[in-house]
């Protein structure tokens, strides 16, 4: 297996811009699709996220295609706005050592603002909704394209794109290169994958669904009433003790992700949000500043879980049980990357039981579990009625408990407890 970048049969301007960028070694899908690639063979790869991708299908096209011709020469289709622009910005900084432009193409932008990029440009990085309106109108030319590559072809699937890739593959020329690469290849995906490839060479880099081995995971099972707190607590302690480290934290519901970025700006914390029903500038700007460590907190939905590609997250925490153990693996794959290591903290309430005892049969042996509960006499642990997210009934701002304590919007006591004699009633 090839060492280093350096061995590789690559141009001297990309092994030139590679040093410079600060790439020395492949990563095992790097070592391994390159080469493929470079040899013009169609690939199926099965890789988890975080483990070198965009370099492995990059390289290739970056080598092959012909910076002389303006025509659109290479596409490359994921599933979401925020990997794809990731994926353009990594193969931009590339591709500029052999003259190629790059063209980012998505959802949730003006058209009219990026039909300027399309002129000119040899690798077309996009979205399969915004790419397939753009072919319509005849707006977008990929009959010279030379090279496919679809990333994330299970969570494509499973956003219901198959139909858009069916119908831009068809306009594409029939010699033309393929290379697909998914987390999971289980038989749907592999049944499609062979009408998109010919003879394609297979690479196994991760067997089955696997965590990052240097994640340090746990879960905490939690009453409630205090989750809330418990999470405050522990985004506080962590800013405290590391200046640089960065948290992420999942959600399973938009509404959920907006409160808990109020609650934390009401606690001082730095944090923003990010889900799938922000404008697209928006979202680039929450990510750019969570890159740069301007936000330290970012709450997310699923939606960031396979589209965030940053160098590192400090600390991944599951607010929410995650629905699928998949879902699991994206989310923590955020964490302990490139052999560095992270941690992994799971909440558990009691309803989400059944859902976490789902990952503790896939991946009970490396996750550590524990009942937490706030000190005695805190506030939120003397709330009879249990505070959680999403009540009509919660407090804003720091965590405060609903106005008028445990005691119902009727003046009545709370659940299970009589009313005190001479309590004042209100007038109904």
């Given amino acids: 297996m090839t060492q280093a970048f350096a061995d590789m049969p690559l141009r001297p301007e990309t092994k030139a811009v590679l040093a410079q960028l600060g790439f020395i070694t492949p990563t095992p899908i790097q070592a391994a699709a390159v080469p493929a690639g470079l040899a013009g063979r169609d690939v199926l790869g099965k890789a988890m996220t975080g483990t070198g991708k965009t370099l492995a299908f990059g390289l290739p096209i970056v080598e092959r295609l012909d910076p002389t011709r303006v025509a659109a020469q290479a596409l490359i289709m994921l599933p979401t706005r925020e990997l794809a622009q990731q994926v353009a910005e990594h193969l931009a900084a590339v591709a500029a050592g052999r003259g190629l432009k790059v063209a980012l193409l998505v959802g949730g932008e003006k058209v009219r603002f990026q039909l300027p ?96 081995e240097k994640a340090d995971q746990r879960a905490f099972r939690v009453k409630p009433h205090e989750r809330l707190e418990i999470l405050l607590r522990l985004i506080a302690k962590e800013l405290r003790g590391d200046p640089e480290k960065t948290l992420l934290v999942f959600a399973n519901t938009r509404i959920a992700v907006a409160e808990l970025d109020r609650e934390l700006w009401g606690r001082g914390l730095p944090a923003a949000a990010l889900s799938g029903e922000f404008e697209q500038s928006r979202r680039f700007m929450v990510m750019d500043s969570f890159r740069e460590k301007k936000t330290r907190v970012l709450v997310a939905t699923d939606v960031a879980s396979r589209g965030l590609d940053v160098d590192h997250v400090g600390h991944v925490i599951n607010y929410d049980v995650p629905l699928e153990c998949e879902d699991y693996i994206h989310r923590i794959g955020r964490t302990a990357r490139a052999g560095r290591s992270g941690t992994v903290t799971t909440f558990v309430i009691p309803v989400q039981e059944r859902k976490f005892g789902a990952i503790l049969d896939a991946f009970g042996s490396v996750i550590k579990t524990a009942t937490v509960h706030l000190p005695p006499g805190t506030r939120a642990a003397r709330e009879s009625t249990g505070r959680t997210l999403s009540s009509p009934r919660a407090g804003r701002g720091t965590g405060r408990p609903p106005r008028g304590g445990s005691r119902s919007p009727r003046g009545q006591a709370s659940k299970g407890r009589p009313p005190q004699r001479g309590a004042r009633r209100t007038k109904r």
């Fill in 117 to 212: 990029r399309i002129p000119g440009s040899q690798i077309i990085v996009g979205t399969p909704g915004r790419i397939l309106d753009l072919l319509k109108e005849r707006m977008l030319h990929i009959e010279w394209a030379e090279c496919l590559v679809l990333d994330e072809f299970d969570r494509m699937l499973d956003m219901g794109f198959i139909d858009d890739v069916k119908s831009i593959v068809a306009k594409l020329p029939k010699d033309h290169q393929s290379m697909l690469f998914s987390a999971t290849v289980p038989a749907e995906i592999r049944r499609l994958a062979e009408t998109f490839l010919r003879d394609p060479m297979e690479i196994v880099i991760e067997s089955g669904l696997r965590p990052a």
